[in-house]
């Protein structure tokens, strides 16, 4: 619930995370041990994720812990949600690496800044609730392509292949290299990864509280440590280790000319991010029965993309896993959150060395869980064999573009079909159909009006009258035969009408009142009648008027001597209906 000010009522709506803990008593003592387990959990679960994730992003491994440390800190306290866990997440891999490759580290933190930037903005903008409106085949199409891309990337360290491919290389190049090299795979390293993965799969079983992830990393580094695999790479024949220290403040060389060229990648950052970072914060709902606040959680994931590369940290969003975590062992409020960074900053300053001994295998095996985890492979096949044939096209388009193309076009031309599908299937649902005097007789009749004049004629627009129907709607009205003395329209199920629709109704009524045929409008919306008002339509119509039922337009057409036909008492349409 939003938190307002009772005093003050014109006072700025406050909805960060912290204070609405506050406010609803979370941050109170007795809730403190379950949310700093839950964070200690949460902690365990985000350390070897961030270091494959920063890995796979063509950073170093100790950055992915740096961006989850701040990024959580920030998003807990400044976010929508209070129950948000954010960090590096599997979905940014593919834009991050490009990036990477093409500009370096440094051109992928000034990225970053500038997507926190635009996430900012959009918040402020109130843009939050925009992104809902993403259709749920363009969201699987895209994850479930970046899960495919996940996996295929890391074949590579998962079998310790010999392979220089650049992580800019398109997803073909890298499949069709690591299939080339798969024949001569290294045994030692392949059978630590297959080991890994199968810890994974099978500890959740045994070890219900401890995440397969952790388990996985520990076993094989113990194994490493033991017997010193030559062949097998790790964090510190890769890296050199990672530092004993925690960063401190820099901030990355910007130039006009990077500024520019980074814009197209941050605004590619800005929108995965929010999609991201909302789609979890709708889940944690649905978990903890709490309401995010869509804008609040932009402005949060923008201050977070903002502030991390300053401390070594890149792009962050709200991870689903990390806070479906929080929310299962616990975790009610940004307590959790910050006892997660605390962790990692504790797991820095004291185990980093044992750091070096971690195989790279074990972590590209974790991407592999991550990769199908992401994808819901079961989800995507079940939209193929059940949803309709439009989402189906729309899912398909979206899934081959992000893994042939660029995820960004993949959004926009899944988002631009589906715009397409919907108002292809409104304009045929959309149309004009001329009433019979059977179909209103009854109705006349309880109003007194017997029948209507052989000259008048009765049309009802159905639908919305847009750019898709208007064509459809002028070719129905052009093919009259015989003109009537009198039109009337009925408007009672036209919910909107957008300027070609308006311009189009005006051709029609202009050409019916040069023609010297009587024009009547009854039943439209308030909002309706507005626009037809705005455009100039009503100078069109006798009366000038939209009448409010089908009665009053039927009695007003009607010449001087049939209406004295009519029974005394029937209500005169002298009431100033809706005409502006």
């Known amino acids: 619930m939003a938190i307002t000010s009772e005093l003050q009522p014109g006072l700025k709506v406050i909805m960060l995370a ?64 209070r129950v948000q866990i954010a960090g590096p997440t599997g979905a940014f891999i593919v834009i991050l690496a490009h990036v990477t490759a093409q500009y370096g580290v440094e051109g992928l933190q000034t990225a970053t800044m500038l997507a926190g930037i635009i996430l900012i903005l959009m918040g402020v903008m109130k843009l939050g609730n ?185 792009a962050a969003t709200g991870a689903i896993a990390r806070t479906a975590t929080n929310i299962r062992n616990g975790g009610s409020s940004p307590l959790s959150a910050l006892t997660h960074s605390i962790f990692l900053v504790l797991v820095i300053l004291l185990l980093a060395p044992l750091a070096v001994y971690i195989p790279l295998c074990t972590l590209a095996a974790i991407l592999f869980v991550v990769a199908y985890n ?22 398909l388009t979206t899934f081959i573009l992000t893994v042939f193309t660029d995820l960004i076009i993949a959004v926009n031309a899944g988002v631009l079909l589906a ?29 007194g009006i017997a029948d209507l004049p052989a000259d008048t004629v009765i049309y009802s627009i159905q639908g919305p009258l847009f750019f898709g129907v208007a064509e459809k709607i002028e070719h129905a009205l052009a093919v009259t035969h015989n003109d009537p003395q009198a039109i009337i329209f009925r408007l009672r199920h036209v919910p909107f009408m957008d300027m070609t629709g308006l311009e189009t109704f005006s051709e029609l009524l202009t050409q019916y009142h040069h023609r010297g045929i009587r024009i009547y409008l009854c039943e439209a919306s308030a909002n309706v009648c507005q626009k037809l008002a705005n455009i100039g339509i009503l100078q069109l119509v006798d009366g000038k008027r939209v009448y409010l039922s089908l009665p009053e337009a039927a009695r007003a057409s009607q010449t001087p001597e049939q209406q004295a036909e009519l029974p005394a008492g029937i209500p005169q349409p002298a009431t100033p209906a809706l005409t502006h």
Not at 23 to 48: E, F, Q
Not at 420 to 447: C, M, W, Y
Request: charged share 10%.
């Open 419 to 447: 715009m397409l599908f919907f108002i292809r299937r409104s304009s045929e649902t959309a149309g004009i159909a001329q009433e019979t005097p059977d179909n209103v007789h009854q109705e006349l009749k309880n109003a």
């Open 374 to 395: 992401m994808s819901d492979l079961p989800h995507f096949v079940h939209i193929i064999k059940c949803a309709p044939r439009y989402d189906v096209v729309v899912l």
């Open 18 to 81: 912290i204070i609405e803990a506050y406010r609803a008593g979370l941050l109170d003592k007795k809730h403190w041990l379950p949310n700093i387990t839950a964070g200690l959990i949460v902690g365990v679960v985000a350390l070897p994720l961030a270091m494959a994730f920063a890995i796979a992003s063509g950073v170093k491994p100790e950055q992915g812990i740096y961006t989850a440390i701040v990024a959580a800190v920030l998003v807990g306290i400044f976010g929508g949600s």
């Open 130 to 314: 925009v992104i809902k409106f993403i259709p749920d085949p363009v969201i699987v199409g895209f994850t479930t392509g970046i899960g495919f891309i996940i996996f295929a990337g890391e074949w590579k360290d998962f079998f310790g292949l010999t392979v220089n491919v650049p992580l800019s290389a398109h997803f073909y190049e890298k499949l069709l290299s690591a299939g080339a090299a798969l024949p001569d795979l290294n045994p030692a390293t392949t059978a630590l990864a297959v080991m890994s993965l199968l810890v994974m799969i099978i500890s959740p079983r045994i070890f219900r509280r401890l995440p397969g992830p952790l388990i996985a990393m520990l076993a094989a580094t113990s194994l490493q440590m033991i017997f010193k695999f030559q062949d097998v790479a790790t964090i510190g024949s890769a890296f050199g280790g990672i530092p004993q220290h925690l960063p401190t403040l820099q901030f990355p060389t910007v130039t006009w000319n990077k500024l520019i060229e980074l814009i197209g990648p941050a605004f590619s950052i800005a929108l995965l991010g929010a999609i991201e970072s909302l789609l979890s914060a709708s889940a944690a709902d649905g978990m903890a029965g709490t309401r995010h606040h869509s804008n609040q959680e932009l402005i949060g994931q923008g201050l977070a993309n903002m502030l991390a590369p300053l401390f070594g940290g890149f």
